[in-house]
């Protein structure tokens, strides 16, 4: 009977486990985020919005342009609007709701490269963050060179589905600060929960050291007061632009190593390594198999446990 009623506990425990959102974990813990306090959660904000707008920006080969925001909505509540503007390349309609709308949803996380974003968390959590703050969606206008309109849309997150809600979305026309039509670029207005404050630990702070280096980018800021702050480019000269490497044996581990294999479609162990590595040679490819007493005709999916053991020890 006693077995039973064991038995009995352990499959109502089993039965209340389920799997959990990787949004809706990082909605209870968005300290990971950096949203740790109101201080740090609209610092936080900007920084994610412009480390996209220079990354965007250089991409495309634009010389940034990047204006930042910042109002008190409800000072009682720490209630603060957010609104960052960029010259970009603008995010076409069907991928913003993705990069607004998604977490883990990137184009960097795979690549070895500098850049400054990677995991595909960023705007992403912004979103979450105002949503779960104040209740409202982030409002995003996108406009890309190919076509006469922009894209107005509000974005919110699903965070059980890890999914995008979007509403009251419209083609609208925007324009420069000239009255000229604007030709590509995007804007966020997000309202969050935060507290502006000054010093070393500041928006103004952030954005200024931003300025000097990004010497080629002109930054805007106005503050909740009103006051307007300038931070002109100085040079009209953009990043060299990154390429992506492929990784070095050195920086393999084993289980990193064995998915390669399994992945590979290479014929056989030599090309693996000439094609899938950083700074491997034909004749350093060969090397490593002799290292490893492994034969170069292998094929990579053919390597068992000890094998691949052995090769990622050449590699040392």
Same mark, same amino acid.
């Given at each position: 009977?006693?077995?039973?009623?064991?038995?009995?506990?352990?499959?109502?425990?089993?039965?209340?486990?389920?799997?959990?959102?990787?949004? *809706?974990?990082?909605?209870?813990?968005?300290?990971?985020?950096? !949203?740790?306090?109101? #201080?740090?959660?609209?610092?936080?904000?900007?920084? *994610?919005?412009?480390?996209?707008?220079?990354?965007?920006?250089?991409?495309?080969?634009?010389?940034? $342009?990047?204006?930042?925001?910042? @109002?008190?909505?409800?000072? $009682?509540?720490?209630?603060?609007?957010?609104?960052?503007?960029?010259?970009?390349?603008?995010?076409?309609?069907?991928?913003?709701?993705?990069?607004?709308?998604?977490?883990? !949803?990137?184009?960097?996380?795979?690549?070895?490269?500098?850049?400054?974003?990677?995991?595909?968390?960023?705007?992403?959590?912004?979103?979450?963050?105002?949503?779960?703050?104040?209740?409202?969606?982030?409002?995003?206008?996108?406009?890309?060179?190919?076509?006469?309109?922009?894209?107005?849309?509000?974005?919110?997150?699903?965070?059980?589905?890890?999914?995008?809600?979007?509403?009251?979305?419209?083609?609208?026309?925007?324009? $420069?600060?000239?009255?000229?039509? @604007?030709?590509?670029?995007?804007?966020?207005?997000?309202?969050?929960?935060?507290?502006?404050?000054?010093?070393?630990?500041?928006? !103004? #702070?952030?954005?200024?050291?931003?300025?000097?280096?990004?010497?080629?980018?002109?930054?805007?800021?106005?503050?909740?007061?009103? %006051?307007?702050?300038?931070?002109?480019?100085?040079? %009209?000269?953009?990043?060299?632009?990154?390429?992506?490497?492929?990784?070095?044996?050195?920086?393999?581990?084993?289980?990193?190593?064995?998915?390669?294999?399994? *992945?590979?479609?290479?014929?056989?162990?030599?090309? !693996?390594?000439?094609?899938?590595?950083?700074?491997?040679?034909?004749?350093?490819?060969?090397?490593?198999?002799?290292?490893? *007493?492994?034969?170069?005709?292998?094929?990579?999916?053919?390597?068992?446990?000890?094998?691949?053991?052995?090769?990622?020890?050449?590699?040392?």
């Amino acid at each position: 009977l006693r077995g039973d009623y064991l038995a009995g506990i352990a499959d109502k425990m089993a039965s209340k486990q389920k799997q959990i959102a990787i949004s *809706e974990f990082f909605e209870k813990n968005k300290h990971f985020l950096g !949203f740790d306090s109101l #201080q740090r959660s609209i610092i936080t904000a900007v920084k *994610e919005a412009v480390d996209n707008s220079l990354d965007a920006c250089e991409e495309a080969r634009i010389l940034p $342009n990047i204006r930042v925001e910042i @109002k008190k909505v409800d000072t $009682n509540k720490d209630i603060l609007e957010l609104t960052t503007e960029d010259n970009g390349p603008g995010i076409p309609q069907k991928s913003i709701e993705k990069v607004f709308g998604q977490l883990l !949803f990137g184009s960097r996380f795979h690549a070895i490269r500098q850049s400054r974003g990677q995991q595909g968390i960023g705007i992403t959590g912004v979103v979450m963050y105002s949503q779960l703050t104040t209740g409202k969606p982030t409002h995003v206008i996108s406009k890309v060179s190919s076509e006469d309109t922009a894209v107005s849309v509000d974005i919110g997150l699903d965070t059980r589905k890890n999914k995008a809600v979007k509403s009251n979305q419209t083609r609208t026309h925007v324009y $420069n600060a000239d009255g000229s039509p @604007k030709e590509h670029g995007l804007k966020v207005i997000t309202r969050m929960k935060g507290k502006y404050q000054r010093g070393k630990q500041s928006v !103004f #702070q952030y954005l200024r050291m931003t300025s000097i280096v990004n010497p080629h980018a002109e930054i805007t800021f106005v503050d909740p007061d009103g %006051e307007l702050h300038l931070w002109p480019r100085v040079t %009209e000269r953009l990043p060299r632009k990154v390429d992506a490497i492929r990784p070095h044996p050195h920086g393999i581990e084993l289980g990193q190593l064995q998915r390669m294999c399994r *992945e590979s479609k290479d014929s056989r162990l030599t090309v !693996f390594l000439r094609q899938n590595f950083s700074g491997v040679s034909m004749r350093a490819a060969k090397d490593l198999c002799d290292a490893a *007493e492994l034969d170069i005709k292998l094929k990579p999916p053919k390597l068992d446990p000890d094998q691949i053991r052995a090769l990622l020890e050449a590699f040392q």
